[in-house]
């Protein structure tokens, strides 16, 4: 069974603040953020919904695609998240 990898968006309850981050398990990685049982940014601003998401087969091209989203513009990540979510809804109930 071939691995997927995830580059993914969430953002907080006002749709404020934005975090980028990729892994290989979308569903348990949200899940800890909802949880927030790390500290550091997400616990900080309360960042829990999940509003965007990326499906890669390699990491290297995941990490790439991880970069260059941190790097956009507020612009560009709305713009994204409009293209697959319209509605701001928290996808985390899509992927389990």
Known sequence: MK???????????????FYTGVTSNLVR???EHKARVADGFTN???INKLVYYEIFEDIEN?????????????KRKIGLII???KEWRDLYKDIL
């Open 83 to 85: 293209s697959m979510n």
């Open 3 to 17: 691995r997927q990898y995830y580059v993914y968006i969430l953002t907080n309850f006002t749709s404020t603040v």
């Open 29 to 31: 990685r949200v899940s």
């Open 44 to 46: 900080k601003y309360r």
């Open 62 to 74: 995941a990490l790439l695609r991880e970069k260059k989203l941190k790097g956009s513009s507020r």
